[in-house]
């Protein structure tokens, strides 16, 4: 089924999420449904009071408090969204997109999956004509993207496949080789996904990393070098400072989000050549024994595991919020045919 990856724009209608912003700042996400209600201790607020405003609106409830109305942004989503991995934040998101060079009509590959917040991006940003396929070892995390996804599109998109398995193992059967244009790996270990990646990777494709650590990212940036068939890496970092703009008080957020991770990007090069550059240098072994592969594991790169009981509590309320979504969306298209 071809998803309608535009956002709603004009009133609001039933089936739409909406963003509240309450007293005191609070947010609440609803989906609009005939007879829905949002109850909180201020009170009670119908759903049907919003179908029909335009976007921005303000409403009041039942205990008199008001309520700013948006629909979220797609930046608001997922960082409200259940997760059971960690996500791509959308500073990063956006850096990933634009060095990634990800197009419309592009066959992207993406491992791991996570929360499936950048799935979302790269969904956008392929449009209808291209195509995803998220690789997530993890069945439970691959659920709560699946839930995610569902939840913001209304339904899961014909051009978006959801491999359950290592990279490794499944990409070769999952695309032919030569044939895919943008690869992103969001993962602890991306260098064991290299050899794989390159085989599948068209002349010209981009590969894109993202590591939260400096020995990650050193390591697989000596990786892709030693391989020989890559382009030289380049590595940055994003840093966003928000800045507090209020009459004569013009200066940056006390606080911010200092570091989230290294993007990593390298090119694949035709088969057999060799950049001018790179011969005149020999290529360096990576200088890892086996012992430092051990190094590398989630807690020793300060990588919060989930618990299982709190990963199956997040699978739940992903499911339950793209059940809600379902049902709303399905109340809408009654309404619509009434
Ligand atoms: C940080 S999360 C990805 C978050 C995701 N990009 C997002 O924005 O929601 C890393 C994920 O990679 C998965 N993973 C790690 N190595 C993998 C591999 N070789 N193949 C497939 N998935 C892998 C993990 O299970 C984990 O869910």
Not at 45 to 60: E, W
Request: with cysteine.
């Amino acid at each position: 089924m071809t998803v309608d990856l535009t956002r709603p724009t004009g009133p609001f209608r039933y089936g739409d999420r909406v963003q509240l912003t309450g007293p005191k700042g609070r947010l609440h996400t609803i989906t609009l449904r005939e007879k829905g209600e949002l109850h909180t201790h201020h009170g009670v607020l119908r759903h049907a009071q919003l179908v029909g405003l335009p976007d921005g609106s303000v409403v009041t409830g039942s205990g008199g408090h008001e309520y700013l109305a948006l629909r979220p942004l797609l930046r608001d989503f997922v960082m409200s969204m259940p997760r059971g991995a960690a996500i791509v934040y959308p500073k990063d998101a956006a850096q990933i997109l634009a060095s990634a060079d990800i197009f419309p009509g592009a066959t992207v590959v993406e491992a791991g999956v996570g929360s499936g917040a950048l799935s979302l991006w790269l969904l956008r940003a392929i449009g209808a004509t291209g195509r995803l396929v998220s690789f997530e070892r993890r069945e439970e995390f691959a659920e709560v993207a699946r839930a995610n996804v569902e939840t913001y599109l209304g339904t899961p998109p014909a051009n978006w496949e959801v491999v359950v398995g290592d990279l490794v193992e499944s990409l070769p059967g999952a695309v032919a080789p030569a044939s895919v244009d943008r690869v992103v790996l969001d993962m602890l270990a991306p260098w064991e996904c290299i050899d794989a990646v390159a085989d599948a990777l068209t002349p010209g494709g981009v590969v894109l990393c993202y590591v939260a650590t400096a020995t990650q990212l050193s390591r697989v940036a000596e990786f892709i070098r030693g391989t020989g068939l890559f382009t030289d890496p380049e590595a940055n970092e994003t840093m966003v400072r928000g800045w507090h703009v209020e009459g004569l008080a013009v200066r940056p957020d006390h606080r911010m989000v200092a570091h989230t991770g290294f993007l990593l990007t390298a090119r694949r090069l035709a088969p057999g050549a060799v950049p001018p550059d790179v011969r005149k240098r020999a290529l360096k072994k990576p200088s890892y024994a086996d012992e430092d592969v051990e190094i590398w594991t989630p807690g020793a790169v300060g990588d919060r595991e989930i618990t299982d009981k709190n990963l199956r509590k997040r699978v739940r309320e992903a499911q339950r919020i793209a059940d809600g979504a379902r049902i709303a969306a399905a109340t809408e298209t009654d309404a619509a045919t009434d």
